[in-house]
């Protein structure tokens, strides 16, 4: 049974960079099948897509955070990870690892249970 | 592409039959899922494809729609359905875009 878990850090002062790792089980990162994802969703608000990845390594941001955002992915580790910098209280959020498929759906059929980041000094 | 749910908030007695609704901004032709979200959980996904039923989802749920016009029917709501439910296009991205959300509380 393929699962997700994020990992990281549950505060971060102002300005500084956000760093979250989203660890795969029972499946391979490296499945040609799936791209890997990260979307995050605000204190009682909806839901925002921030990257998805693909295991070679490309990858395809949400425009609204291009600028500051960086998703990487670690094959041996079997991990993909999530960079935000210049973090303002704006980018406090439960942050969710997912999966998504490569050809046909690109729903989000496998989540993680979410990490909360708090942005506060 | 935007998406736009409602009603906001759907107030609904158990064993009703609950409708959401779902408008793109423009076509995403049948590229749409819906989620369910329930408090301090992840959100799960129900119907891809505007109408496929993801697997173990009940037939109680499904979907319709296509273009910018997609509908969630839930026949027979039960307990455990008193959530939020989102829908999301994947029609032509970057980026991926979710609906604002709608909360089926109970009447």
């Known amino acids: 049974q393929p699962q997700l878990q994020e990992s990281g850090p549950g505060l971060v002062k102002p300005s500084e960079t956000l760093s979250l790792t989203c660890t795969v089980s029972g499946d391979s990162i490296s499945s040609s099948s799936y791209f890997w994802a990260w979307i995050r969703q605000p204190p009682g608000k909806g839901l925002e897509w921030i990257g998805n990845?693909?295991?070679?390594?490309?990858?395809y941001y949400n425009p609204s955070l291009e600028s500051r955002v960086t998703i990487s992915v670690d094959t041996s580790s079997n991990h993909f990870s999530l960079s935000l910098k210049s973090v303002t209280a704006a980018d406090t959020a439960v942050y969710y690892c997912?999966?998504?498929?490569?050809?046909?759906?690109?729903?989000?059929?496998?989540w993680g249970q979410g990490a909360l980041v708090t942005v506060a000094s | 592409i935007v998406m736009t749910q409602s009603p906001g908030t759907l107030s609904v007695s158990p064993g009703e039959r609950a409708t959401l609704s779902c408008r793109a901004s423009?076509?995403?032709?049948?590229?749409v899922a819906w989620y369910q979200q329930k408090p301090g959980q992840a959100p799960r996904l129900l119907i891809y494809g505007a109408s496929t039923r993801a697997t173990g989802i009940p037939a109680r749920f499904s979907g319709s729609g296509s273009g910018t016009e997609f509908t969630l029917t839930i026949s027979s709501l039960q307990s455990e359905d008193f959530a939020v439910y989102y829908c999301q296009e994947y029609h032509n991205w970057p980026p991926l875009t979710f609906g604002g959300g709608t909360k089926v509380d109970l009447k």
């Open positions: 997912a999966r998504t498929m490569v050809r046909g759906s690109n729903a989000f059929d496998l």
């Open positions: 990845i693909y295991y070679s390594g490309n990858s």
């Open positions: 423009q076509s995403v032709s049948s590229n």
